[in-house]
């Protein structure tokens, strides 16, 4: 492992290609939610189905593997893993475009799942180790771009490669783009020394996982933050994958007029309500999320050295505001109240990201983060992605026999208590960090 300092500028060049891969980790992971609507026309599947495939299909292997694959990243290569992990899901996003029936394209989204098992504790035990504590939110916050501008791009080249191409043909272009950047990531990645900016920055042996369960168990603020960020999850991983069907099914005559202003060139000629709804959700979850995450981690940067809470405190505060926003945007009739009044919670809602993720890395030593951040994303993944997009769906299925295409609305409006719940919990935490904390 290298024990050379590193520059500015290659500390900039890996947070760079760190994020190009999450974002093609959400780009694979999201890309589902817009290709939604002619999935189901083409296999005639039902909303628990889609919901089946785009979230429980992923969330089976991608979290019952992380922990294992953490664990090897506490003791091997992060790089190595990563780029393996990246060829994987990349290769099983293209698989997609080849499934002819329900089975197919559910056995492809759980290849999926297997690669992404690989793509995000390491990356954030990597990211601890080339940025200092007092950087480290805003670091962890950048990494997560990858999380709307891959949404986003999921979302808008989904809609566009349907219109032009045909959803077989975007699952297969994103997935071998994923492929091509593999290589590219392992020749410019370098592993860094672990540890090396924390007061213990000796590289001690990595920690069995019985270790980090004992050391985790013995601190309550890393299970209230875990199950609330699970929470948070299943309404935004719902609202990711389920919002693109609500605008077509909900507002679907009324997307082109409010795009009236956008050049012809953007919008090919005859195009469906699943393009126009593509850009409209892209531009609200690249734009809320963007600033939403960089909030969060600057935030926790500067009110967190001082006091601990706040890294709970911040994203406690902002599920709150977040609440009202969503249901104004729900409720409302008129698409342009609903692109502003889902914006500012798409802000809000992302806000958690640096703060929590950030606590999670000072709560255990060094040889223990990226097995800590894998029981993390096992809690966060399993509930979030396996339950928040099947939730959702079967709500509406539940409510298609008396509101008909509008049951996706009443649908998430019910979700917004998952963020009540997540608030609860963070402000449960709040208190515990000070004492849970590890410089």
Known sequence: MSDVKVSASYRAWVLFILVVVYT?????????????VPIKE?????????????????????????????WLADRFSRVWIMTGALTIWSAMTAACGFATNF???????????????GGVAPAYSLISDYFPPHQRARALSVYSFGIP?????????????????????????????GVLIAPIFRLTMREPKR?????????????????????????????????????????GY??????PSFFVRSYGD??????????PALIPEGASSVLYASYFYGTIILVGGLVGIWMGGFLADKFGQKKRAAYALI?????????????????????????????????????????VIAAFQHLVSPNMRATASAIFLFINNLIGIGLGNLVIGAISDGLSAQFGDESLRYAMLAGTVFYLIAAVMFFISAPKLQDDWED
């Not at 992971?29 to 817009?34: M, T």
């Not at 089975?103 to 098992?117: D, K, N």
Request: aromatic share 14%.
């Open 149 to 177: 501008i891959g949404s986003a791009l999921g979302i808008v080249l989904g809609g566009i490669l349907t219109s032009v191409l045909g959803w077989r043909s975007a699952f297969i272009i994103v997935g071998v783009t």
């Open 254 to 263: 009324a997307l082109p007029g409010f795009f009236a202003w956008m050049p």
């Open 24 to 36: 093609f980790n959400f780009i694979d992971r999201q890309i589902v939610g817009i290709l939604a």
């Open 42 to 70: 083409e296999l005639l599947l039902s909303d628990t189905e889609l919901s089946l495939m785009g979230g429980l299909a992923f969330a089976l292997f991608y979290t019952f593997l992380g922990i294992p694959v953490a």
């Open 315 to 355: 994203p406690a505060w902002a599920f709150v505001a977040s609440i009202p926003c969503f249901i104004i945007g729900l409720m409302s009739n008129s698409l342009t109240i609903a692109f502003f009044a889902f914006l500012v919670p798409s802000a809000l809602s992302l806000v958690w990201l640096g703060p």
């Open 103 to 117: 089975i197919q394209l559910f056995l492809a989204r759980l290849g999926v799942g297997v690669g992404e098992a």
């Open 238 to 243: 719902g609202l990711i994958f389920w919002l």
């Open 195 to 235: 540890g090396q900016f924390d007061a213990t920055h000796a590289e001690v042996e990595p920690a069995p996982i019985s270790s980090v369960f004992r050391k985790l168990t013995s601190k309550s603020s890393f299970w209230m933050l875990s199950l609330g960020a699970a929470s948070s999850s299943m309404m």
